[in-house]
T-cell receptor, first 117, second 114 residues
């Protein structure tokens, strides 16, 4: 079985300050991990993905995430928030080959990011 | 390059009715997955189709069924609609080449059941 816990339902930052969105995961097999963003009334857009290569993953729009196996964490960061970053962010795990969750994405509950001027 | 498209955008049905939602995958993709996103929740996996067969299924009742056509497009059918079926239904496509498949999502169909 696989699961994802996003530790904050809401995060509020000022424009120009760092962003940290926290995610812990559980998976029986070597997982793939993703962060997706959802703007209001829009579909889900892929920000970045981890697939057992480098543990520090760079994504679009200046976001990056670090895979820490010992902590089962995959936190999303950005050095400087922009107003356009305001959206809902989802941490997602996909089961590895050989597991019963292969091909199935399991989403966290989401973190709503608010950016103040 | 067209992305994932879904139709219709919005749909209103009454309890007990049946509904069909449609999805066209991103060009070059052969696998389609469907997700249900209730208000304020993360998407929940319904099922995945590859080579016109259901390959994976989440914890959804048999009222939810699907189909994949030879051109890789897909339909999601829901019978005997309940109020709780009101949600955003998302389709995602990917290329079936290993466990690192990245799924690309369409804009979704908003279903309201009255």
């Amino acid at each position: 079985a696989q699961s994802v816990t996003q530790l904050d339902s809401h995060v509020s930052v000022s424009e120009g300050t760092p962003v940290l969105l926290r995610c812990n995961y559980s998976s029986s097999y070597s997982p793939s991990l993703f962060w997706y963003v959802q703007h209001p009334n829009k579909g889900l857009q892929l920000l970045l993905k981890y697939t057992s290569a480098a543990t520090l993953v760079k994504g679009i729009n200046g976001f990056e995430a670090e895979f820490k196996k010992s902590e089962t964490s995959f936190h999303l960061t950005k050095p400087s928030a922009h107003m356009s970053d305001a959206a809902e962010y989802f941490c997602v795990v996909s089961g590895g080959a050989g597991g019963t969750s292969y091909g199935k994405l399991t989403f966290g509950q989401g973190t709503i990011l608010t950016v103040h001027p | 390059d067209a992305g994932v498209t879904q139709s219709p955008t919005h749909l209103i049905k009454t309890r007990g009715q049946q509904v069909t939602l449609r999805c066209s995958p991103k060009s070059g993709h052969d696998t389609v997955s469907w997700y249900q996103q209730a208000l304020g929740q993360g998407p929940q996996f319904i099922f995945q189709y590859y080579e016109e067969e259901e390959r994976q299924r989440g914890n959804f009742p048999d009222r939810f069924s699907g189909h994949q056509f030879p051109n890789y497009s897909s339909e999601l059918n829901v019978n005997a609609l309940l109020l709780g079926d009101s949600a955003l239904y998302l389709c995602a496509s990917s290329l079936h080449r290993g466990y690192t498949d990245t799924q690309y999502f369409g804009p979704g169909t908003r279903l309201t059941v009255l």
